[in-house]
Structures are given as structure tokens and as C-alpha cells.
């Protein structure tokens, strides 16, 4: 379990706050580990391409 989140109160005015003991840093770190996992990975792109969507049509009739 990375998070165990309670409610406190209905949101009736549609502005919803999140109070608790969390930093800017800690808050981050919480977040990237709902986005990705919960495994400590970062990601940098290495190389990128482009590719036509004629090569990708006739790479699927050739397959």
C-alpha cells in the first residue's frame, strides 16, 4: 500500500482541500509513485523516431 487516504468532510461547494503532515517534496514523491508505481524509477528518452503511417501500413500487410 503506497497511500491511505480518509475523508474528513463532504466537498459541498465544489473546492476540495488536502490537509495532513507532507512536505512539497514528500507530496511529489507520493504523486510520481501513483503515477509510476511504487518502485523508485525515473525515465529519460534515450532515442525517438517517427514513422510514416504508409511504413506502418505496409509493415502490418507483410507481417
Do not use: H, W
Request: proline content about 5%; hydrophobic content about 40%; aromatic content about 4%.
Amino acid at each position: 500500500m503506497i497511500s491511505a487516504p480518509q475523508m474528513n468532510a463532504v466537498i459541498t461547494d465544489g473546492s476540495p482541500s488536502i490537509s495532513g503532515s507532507f512536505t512539497e517534496q514528500t507530496a511529489k514523491v507520493l504523486a510520481d509513485q501513483l503515477k509510476y508505481g511504487a518502485l523508485p524509477l525515473s525515465f529519460t528518452v534515450v532515442s525517438s523516431d517517427t514513422i510514416s503511417a504508409t511504413l506502418g501500413s505496409a509493415s502490418c500487410r507483410s507481417a
